[in-house]
């Protein structure tokens, strides 16, 4: 079946190229040229995942990405051309699954594209649950629950989340948890990883203030809790 993304990008030109790109690829590609009228298609049809440019004439990507976050959890790419790290954190913060710097090559477009969804779908066996204490992380319904109730995560926080948990108990470093989700090195400045860190304690702790399920070893990285409540 074919992937159907949605691109919202005022670029024609760029619009342009990453459809045909990505339809050379075997995706379906609908181009959205403003925020409101990608908002409106997402509603309608929609979509497996979204390329979002935070750059729009309407209104600032990062309220697309909010309102939609909102609404479903299609997964979003988001595309930066400020160069600001601070774009980056408020993006993954309110929902964004990845994103990716201005100018860009369209094979690194690609290869983040096919991750995101790949991560979204999953490929985990239907009815393995793991259970820690009061936590459910259910592999086949791609859901995190605790007491029972649904607790929302973008598809990449869960597969972090997964990476602590089959590791229970063992310190993570930042670098080992970046190879093991996303493949990739961390670099230096990247904090990507604790902004996730942050949504998942808000997501699954009772109180973030003293997590006790995902906790922080002070220069070393994170430790998923064992033995939990």
Request: proline share 4%; with cysteine.
């Amino acid at each position: 079946m074919t992937d159907r993304i949605l691109l919202i990008e005022d670029d024609a030109r760029l619009a342009e190229m990453v459809k045909s790109y990505l339809g050379a690829a075997g995706f379906d590609v609908t181009v959205a040229p403003t925020g409101g009228a990608g908002i409106t298609l997402h509603d309608r049809q929609g979509f497996d995942a979204l390329v979002l440019d935070l750059m729009l004439p309407d209104m600032d990507g990062l309220d697309v990405c909010r309102t939609i976050r909102t609404r479903a959890r299609t997964p979003i790419l988001m595309l930066t051309a400020r160069g600001d790290a601070m774009d980056r954190v408020i993006g993954l913060e309110i929902g964004a699954d990845d994103y990716l710097p201005k100018p860009f090559e369209p094979r690194e477009l690609l290869a983040r594209l096919k991750a995101v969804l790949r991560r979204s779908k999953g490929g985990e066996p239907v009815a393995e649950v793991m259970r820690f204490g009061r936590l459910e992380i259910d592999l086949g319904a791609r859901e995190v629950r605790l007491d029972g109730e649904a607790r929302p995560l973008t598809s990449y926080q869960f597969e972090l989340l997964l990476v602590l948990a089959r590791h229970a108990g063992r310190v993570m470093s930042r670098e080992a948890i970046m190879d093991l989700v996303k493949h990739e090195r961390l670099e230096a400045f990247d904090r990507s990883i604790d902004v996730h860190v942050s949504r998942i304690r808000a997501a699954i702790e009772d109180d973030v203030k003293q997590p006790r399920r995902v906790i922080t070893v002070r220069g070393a990285g994170y430790v998923f809790a064992k033995a939990q409540d």
